[in-house]
């Protein structure tokens, strides 16, 4: 049973920063895609970005030269820096790991991210 555990979001101001972190009990390598996905009120969970197993990242176009999605692979350990926050980042983060981009299996039980207007 892989587990994923997010962390680190928390209420910031608009133009701060965040930095969340996704533990995975399964080393990393073992899924091609690690993922950030985000779900606010009333809409759909969105990707945010991605990273590949060989070095590939992408990002969602509202987040693009803000967010950073590395691996640190000793840790087993996801992370997504988040640089000025806007209110419209507002929403529930989640990590997730697959296979494919089309087949992420596993998801993690989100962390709260509130940015202050």
């Known amino acids: 049973q892989v587990q994923l555990v997010e962390s680190g979001g928390g209420l910031v101001q608009a133009g701060g920063s965040l930095t969340l972190s996704c533990a995975c009990s399964r080393i990393l390598s073992s899924f091609y895609v690690m993922a950030w996905y985000r779900q606010a009120p009333a809409k759909l969970r969105d990707m945010v970005a991605t990273?590949?197993?060989?070095?590939?990242?992408d990002y969602a176009d509202s987040v693009k030269g803000r967010f950073t999605i590395s691996r640190d692979n000793a840790k087993n350990t996801v992370n997504l820096h988040m640089n000025n926050l806007k209110p419209e980042d507002t929403a529930i983060y989640y990590c997730a790991a697959g296979e494919s981009y089309y087949t992420l299996a596993h998801w993690g039980r989100g962390t709260q991210v509130t940015v202050s207007s």
């Open positions: 990273s590949t197993s060989d070095d590939i990242t």
